[in-house]
């Protein structure tokens, strides 16, 4: 592994004298298979103890893992036949953005999500998934046609946020993110949206108005970064870790809060350990959901999701 | 680099000659674009705008309402709405406390009905003093709430934005609010009511890219700061200082995002005629 995260240490010394084990029992031919075992059940304790108590701010670093498998990863393993398409047709093809259609289980969808690269050369080309104006309006043009062709819409989340530039606030940002929200919340196909790393903000909501909110297990979803909210709020974007805690921005946090609607859970150790496996699981929940959407008339499914939002933030009648 | 940004200026606390009692306190203000030293009542009466150089003082949510609408028609829909601290921070407690202090609001938001030259409207007005106007989950509330009662009153909708965006401090909640007050305007779109949109100085973040932009018109006052991300988190992005008029409301009608700039001495007779000009069932 490539870039192992610090609380991930004692796991990544025990499968470094694993293979070493490995290494010198192939090439001295001694039998060393019960050691290895023991070292391996071992790992799986060690990673299992770790991962089943991460903080908030580990919870950040996994959702930003760059070996996290990105949009396309999921979008290549579930969907079939899947067509991208590109372009906003009024500026250009905004990279960050991957929209198109395919099918899942069979069934015609529309796909829009977040792109971030999965190497230095490619993120830079991706602008890590930080997108610009064109970026959403190529998903609302993607959304209406799939309005037209009645294809449900599959929304995958995972950018920082929208890009700060000087280009992006002259090209409108702020009404390419409202319209996005605009044409989710009257959209008369049914939307699930999942966040399968980071949700970050206006740019992470402009996917995230569904039917359903889904979030992978280790993902993040939250109104700034964690070193955004340091450095506003406290000056200090050094307290990141405390940021993370305050915003409640895990899955968990959110599923309590009443924001997610499900938690689709990860191979032990996160999505990047095993990606076919959290591939598979993000299929079987995208399927149940799916399954319990594509029945109900437009009318009620907009109603719906109005409903859903509309409530949002009224906790426990916080409000009146 | 990036802290440096967000660094508090220190100063010396310097204890303050008595003022003499002649001159009652507030009753000359200096203006903040030409320092022209003005009369304050002077100022209020034309609506808070310099006369000398036309810079917009920033209105609080009453004084704007005096301005907008016609004498004592205003009647206000949940005054008495507080705000929720949902993850009961103390550090959020005191600052609501302290902005309510300095507002004299509730909330960052004032919503109601009124008559502006005679027609019935449902206004919404941010209030900047108020936590800069950051919208949180009773502000986002409110300003739903003020959207349907335009929808079920069938009355147009004006409101009046001024924030620094999401509040933080209520985390995802906030964020979700954005998507609260779009999906309302979805139903007043869908009722073919008409819905102005002000932007004051300044509306930018979440509330920008929410139920600010999304107008049939959108109006400007002038030198408005309007925009997405801030000034800074840009500079600190593309590493160089932003041209003189960066995401001023000047700069944003030449790009093409609000359709006038009007100087608020005009605003009211400006929506007045608009608002004639959406009459139905007439002429």
Redesign the interface.
């Known amino acids: 592994m490539s870039a192992t995260l610090e609380f991930e240490r004692p796991i990544q010394e025990l499968e470094i004298k694993i293979d070493e084990l490995r290494k010198f029992s192939r090439e001295k031919g001694i039998d060393l298979t019960n050691e290895i075992t023991i070292l391996e059940n071992r790992a799986r304790e060690v990673r299992g103890a770790i991962y089943g108590n991460l903080n908030s701010w580990q919870k950040v670093l996994i959702a930003r893992h760059p070996e996290r498998p990105n949009a396309y990863y999921y979008i290549k393993n579930l969907f079939t036949d899947f067509i991208e398409l590109h372009g906003d047709r009024c500026f250009r093809d905004d990279p960050s953005v991957a929209g198109g259609i395919g099918r899942f289980n069979g069934y015609p969808v529309t796909v829009i999500s977040h792109l971030k690269g999965k190497d230095t050369k490619e993120n830079l080309a991706r602008n890590f998934g930080m997108a610009h104006p064109e970026g959403y309006r190529k998903a609302i043009r993607l959304m209406k046609q799939a309005e037209k062709f009645k294809r449900p819409v599959i929304a995958f989340i995972d950018t920082p946020g929208?890009?700060?530039?000087?280009g992006?606030?002259?090209?409108?940002?702020?009404?390419a993110?409202?319209?996005s929200?605009?044409t989710m919340?009257?959209l008369r196909v049914p939307i699930i949206s999942v966040v399968i790393g980071e949700g970050g903000?206006?740019g992470a909501?402009a996917f995230?108005?569904g039917d359903r909110i889904l979030m992978q297990e280790h993902a993040v979803?939250?109104?700034?970064t964690p070193e955004?909210?340091a450095?506003?709020?406290w000056?200090?974007?050094s307290r990141n870790r405390e940021a993370a805690e305050?915003?409640?921005?895990t899955a968990q946090?959110?599923l309590a809060?009443g924001?997610a609607d499900q938690i689709v859970p990860e191979p032990l150790g996160g999505a990047h350990r095993e990606p076919e496996t959290a591939a598979d699981l993000v299929g079987k929940a995208l399927t149940a959901n799916l399954n319990e959407l594509l029945g109900i008339d437009a009318d009620i499914l907009v109603a719906n999701?109005?409903k859903k939002?509309?409530a949002?933030?009224?906790?426990d009648g916080?409000?009146? | 680099m990036v802290l440096e940004f967000f660094r508090k200026q220190k100063y010396i606390a310097v204890q303050p000659e008595p003022v003499s009692r002649d001159i009652p306190e507030g009753i000359w203000v200096k203006c903040g674009r030409c320092n022209e030293i003005i009369f304050s009542k002077e100022l209020d009466k034309n609506c808070k705008v310099c006369r000398k150089c036309g810079f917009h003082f920033r209105a609080s949510a009453y004084e704007r309402i005096a301005m907008t609408l016609d004498e004592g028609t205003f009647k206000e829909m949940d005054v008495d709405m507080l705000p929720v601290n949902p993850f009961q921070s103390a550090e959020y407690e005191e600052k609501l406390q302290a902005a309510r202090k300095k507002s004299g609001l509730n909330e960052a938001v004032v919503t109601g009905e009124g008559a502006l030259q005679g027609f019935e409207v449902v206004i919404v007005v941010m209030d900047s003093t108020y936590m800069m106007a950051s919208m949180g989950t009773v502000a986002g509330e409110k300003i739903a709430r003020a959207i349907e009662a335009a929808v079920e009153g069938q009355k147009p909708l004006i409101i009046f934005s001024a924030s620094g965006g999401a509040r933080m401090q209520e985390g995802i909640l906030s964020l979700m609010q954005m998507a609260k007050t779009v999906a309302a305007l979805d139903k007043l779109e869908k009722a073919g009511q008409l819905y102005i949109s002000v932007l004051t100085d300044p509306t930018t973040g979440g509330v920008s890219a929410s139920f600010a932009a999304l107008g049939d018109i959108i109006i400007a006052e002038p030198g408005a700061l309007i925009g997405f991300a801030g000034q800074r988190v840009i500079e600190q992005t593309i590493r160089q200082k932003l041209p003189e008029g960066f995401q001023r409301a000047e700069f944003l009608k030449s790009h093409g995002f609000v359709d006038m700039i009007v100087a608020r001495t005009e605003l009211k007779s400006t929506l007045a005629k608009i608002l004639e000009l959406h009459l139905r069932g007439e002429n």
């Open positions: 929208a890009y700060p530039g000087m992006a606030e002259e090209r409108g940002q702020s009404e993110i409202a319209k929200i605009l919340a009257a903000s206006g909501l995230g108005v979803y939250s109104v700034i955004g909210y450095s506003i709020l000056k200090d974007s305050a915003m409640k921005v946090d959110l809060l924001v999701r109005y939002f509309r949002m933030g009224n906790l916080l409000i009146e």
